[in-house]
């Protein structure tokens, strides 16, 4: 697992946002429904990356009363473009001190669903999707690794792992997954990556090129060797 918690036969994942969204002091402005969907995308990111499908969300809600409903549009957004059913979400509103700066955090609950397992070496690793954060973002969407055929792929086990890479960037992802190995990669490997912007994908070698043929941008072949 990446970042996540198993208890039981359960999987629990969380990712949270600050200072982004609709408040004047707000670093990266922008809408509280676009900043929930990315945290809300980063979460379920994580529970694939655990081969879990999340049961019931939990959302922490720093922004204010008036910010709840378009947190929770947000997090629907995320099940809308998968094609899966919202879980429900439950949480708390900061209401008592009014806030400067956006806050929010989601944790989701998951069951452990039943895959072929292989090992990180069995298999064979691509990046989708480039490494983006703040403004970025929101300025190069067509570049951010979209979730609908990661979960399509990872559904119907053309992808056998996924892996998010978030604010520490593709080199610390390589070292956990490959320990001391040498990865050959195009794109900026110690840049953060934000909302897990870009995605490595791990696939057994018989589905290649049914992954190729499913992402056909910013999908990049990793050259892994003992170096």
Partial sequence: MRNAVRIGGLIAT?????????????????PDKLSAYLTARVTFLEQLAANAIPTHILLANFSGDEAWNHYVAGIEQVFDEIGLVRPPVDGSSESNMPTLQSGLSITMIGEIQKRAAYEHSELIWYTYGLPLVGNEVLEQPENVALLQPIFDAWHKEIVQQVWPVGSKGLQVEFSRLFGGKKVECSLDVAKTAGPCTVILLGLHPEKEKLAQNIFTRNFEKLCITTG
């Fill in 14 to 30: 969380t990712d949270n946002a600050a200072a982004i969204g609709e408040k004047p002091q707000d670093i990266v402005a922008a």
